[in-house]
């Protein structure tokens, strides 16, 4: 067409050359080039007119252009024609032009959506998907299709029949009469067989008699009462093919709770027998009711316990790990070891995890199950949890379960510790470590690794002679001897003016500080009911014992000047004060403040294990320091003496010195001994250490006054006096010796 057009237009425009008055004679020039202009335009003409659109001149002949061959005009969903002079397009299978032309040379070929488009393609049995090009389908469940495969695609003239389920194998076990349907199948248990409402699962033997047997429970309260009656209906009802269309998984799980938390909070579990038998009634009861569950997870937490519960439902057998948790417990199971044997999968599986509030105090004290040593004693330091699965065969199982329980709080004084678990078989029920083993275990919790399931808590095992009646009445009159021994030592450093000096001042002192803790520790170390008058005499015996360690430390640092320092120099009695007094004041107040919980542990008024090296750390240090000026003392008194030839009476000073010296360290690491070990519950070597410790007094007594030549006497004399009056020569004579031993002493 293009060729034509300008083949018209040429000849049109050789015409008006030829007639335009440039062409005319009289112009030779201007003719000149018209002529060549109209000549250039015939030659073009000739040309153009050779071949039309679709044609290429070649060696003067028209040849046809195939436009398919080498533009692919067409694009890729569709086929191209070519024709001659020309070509068209025509979309290939499951492609279309949005045009709605079958041949055409514009547009491009979209996608067919048959599974919209056509109605019911696949069948009524089967699902629609679109692919590119065409769709394929895929058979409902309980279908397949006529090629044996689940999936046909477009052109193999499939469709979806029944698979009769019942003729492979027998789904519904051997309990149980499968019914086929269009689709799927049901299955009809047994008496005494069960699937739980789920009529495709395998039908499960249901032992209604677990509710029967639960007496004690029933007698004692009704609201268990009908609890128990509730389960036990609904037990028979599913065991006679009649699913409780009313059962509501939720509700009946909280129903079973509050009747839960009645029990506990009641003194009525107080027989091994009806633990066993709550526990029992626990396992069963979820059980049952977890398969009624709409959730797959649920958590309920009331006053008295606390519930994690996972279920699984469907025909695919759960596999791989689940975790539970509650605030004191949590469980790591394999969902192969609740389902169980896969041949007698029941359609569900369950797992739960339950702990309970105070259950601990219930069952303290049944220890029949367990193997103890001589002098030991067990004592429950965890909150007592439940662990129910589907599978009840779960005595025995080839992979461990891992549980993890939380110490109680205030059980810092503990020795090992123990996994148990309630084993209902031992003399009617009794905590048995069988089967379990500690996979770790730290100060705030322990985590257990049982080959079976059940009811787990977690033991403190102790060294038990503290609670002998003997030993305490040895520590007690221990106790009242070093109180008098430390009362005369008492009268003796304040009212005795010839033996005053600088070490007889911290000596008072000394002695004021251990009467005090001693007597507080006799008064009220007990007494831990009362939480604020426990914290009080905490208080008390924290600051006099690091009261008594600074005295002892100021001792030793008189002592070592006493030797060291040429001019006799002393430290004034107000600083000394300020420092003995002053630092543990700061130090027990700092404690109380943050935190106020720490004075006062569960079984004694001391500091709890927390806070317990604000007392060890301050008595360490002067432990240090006093050894330090103990050896240096003793160093430098073997120097002098053992360059001159000393006289009875220096051998008898550097004697006393020594002594002094000696004792002052046996004092301090008794004192240290005593208040390491004091409060280590059921230990046994605290128990004797213990013994030394409260003779403290007594040893303070005989170092620093019946040792003493002077103060000896001075008890004579009073004695003397007491029984008959003396002379004053006689009285000035001991005035004169007594300066005499006083100028010794000071030196």
């Not at 002192?509 to 007494?527: E, K, P, R, V, W």
């Amino acid at each position: 067409m293009f060729s034509a057009c300008f083949s018209a237009l040429s000849f049109f425009l050789i015409m008006v050359l030829l007639v335009s008055p440039g062409c005319n004679p009289g112009f030779s020039m201007k003719k000149k080039q018209c002529m060549a202009l109209s000549f250039f335009l015939i030659m073009v003409l000739s040309v153009s007119a050779g071949c039309p659109q679709g044609f290429l001149t070649k060696k003067k002949n028209c040849i046809d252009i195939d436009e398919c061959k080498d533009e692919k005009p067409c694009g890729e969903n569709a086929i191209c024609t070519n024709t001659n002079g020309s070509y068209y397009c025509q979309c290939k299978g499951g492609f279309r032009n949005p045009t709605g032309e079958v041949n055409f040379t514009v547009g491009a070929c979209k996608d067919i959506q048959e599974c919209s488009e056509i109605k019911d393609i696949c069948g009524s049995n089967a699902k629609c998907v679109n692919t590119i090009p065409y769709y394929s389908c895929t058979c409902d469940d309980g279908f397949i299709s006529t090629t044996g495969n689940k999936t046909f695609r477009h052109g193999q003239n499939a469709t979806c029949e029944d698979i009769n389920e019942c003729q492979k194998g027998n789904p519904c076990g051997q309990n149980g009469l499968c019914n086929n349907t269009q689709g799927s199948y049901y299955c009809m248990c047994n008496a005494g067989f069960t699937n739980y409402g789920n009529k495709t699962a395998r039908c499960t033997e249901l032992n209604c008699d677990v509710f029967k047997d639960i007496n004690d429970v029933k007698e004692r309260f009704h609201i268990a009462d009908g609890l128990v009656n509730y389960m036990e209906k609904t037990c028979q009802e599913l065991t006679n093919n009649k699913r409780p269309v009313e059962l509501n998984g939720e509700e009946t799980l909280k129903r079973f709770l509050n009747m839960t938390d009645e029990l506990l909070s009641s003194a009525f579990l107080n027989y091994k027998r009806k633990v066993s038998d709550f526990l029992d009634l626990v396992g069963n009861a979820l059980r049952l009711i977890g398969p009624f569950t709409n959730s797959s997870r649920i958590y309920i937490s009331s006053t008295q316990t606390e519930l994690d519960m996972f279920v699984h439902k469907g025909p695919v057998i759960p596999k791989g790990n689940i975790t539970l948790s509650t605030k004191h417990a949590n469980l790591d199971i394999q969902m192969e070891i609740a389902t169980g044997d896969p041949a007698y999968y029941p359609g569900f599986t369950t797992v739960s995890l339950m702990s309970y509030s105070n259950l601990e105090n219930s069952t303290d004290g049944f220890f029949n199950g367990m193997k103890s040593q001589k002098n030991q004693s067990f004592k429950i330091n965890s909150k007592v949890a439940t662990v129910t699965v589907s599978n009840r065969n779960t005595s025995h199982l080839k992979t461990p379960v891992n549980l993890t329980l939380n110490h109680l709080e205030g059980q810092a004084n503990q020795t090992f510790h123990i996994c148990v678990f309630w084993d209902s078989s031992v003399n009617g029920g009794s905590w048995s470590d069988r089967g379990c083993g500690v996979a770790e275990s730290n100060l705030e919790y322990t985590s257990c690794s049982c080959n079976h399931l059940g009811t787990f808590a977690i033991f403190t095992a102790y060294n038990e002679i503290k609670e002998k009646f003997e030993f305490h009445l040895i520590i007690w009159v221990f106790l009242s001897i070093s109180l008098i021994c430390l009362f005369i030592s008492i009268l003796t450093f304040s009212m005795i003016r010839s033996i005053k000096s600088p070490r007889t001042t911290i000596h008072l002192h000394l002695c004021i500080s251990l009467f005090i803790a001693n007597l507080a520790f006799l008064a009220g170390i007990s007494h831990f009911e009362n939480q604020d008058g426990c914290t009080v005499v905490t208080g008390i015996l924290h600051f006099s014992y690091l009261a008594t360690f600074l005295w002892m430390c100021l001792d030793s640092v008189q002592l070592f000047r006493m030797i060291m320092l040429v001019s006799n120099t002393n430290f004034k009695t107000l600083h000394m004060m300020a420092a003995a007094y002053g630092v543990p004041a700061v130090i027990v107040a700092i404690s109380a403040l943050a935190n106020s919980r720490g004075h006062g542990t569960e079984r004694y008024c001391w500091v709890t294990q927390g806070f317990i090296w604000n007392y060890f750390g301050p008595a360490c240090v002067i432990i240090i320091v006093n050894i330090f000026f103990f050896f240096i003392t003793v160093w430098k008194l073997a120097q002098k003496f053992s360059s001159v030839n000393p006289d009875l009476d220096d051998l008898h000073k550097i004697e006393a010195f020594t002594i002094s010296a000696v004792a002052q360290l046996f004092v301090l690491g008794n004192t240290w001994i005593f208040g390491s070990f004091q409060f280590q519950e059921n230990h046994t070597a605290m128990a004797y250490l213990t013994i030394f410790g409260s003779l403290e007094g007594v040893t303070l007594f005989a170092v620093y006054c019946l040792f003493s030549r002077q103060v000896r006497e001075e008890y004579k004399h009073a004695l003397t006096r007491m029984c008959a009056p003396r002379k004053k020569s006689d009285r000035k004579a001991r005035v004169s010796k007594s300066a005499q031993d006083t100028r010794e002493c000071q030196l």
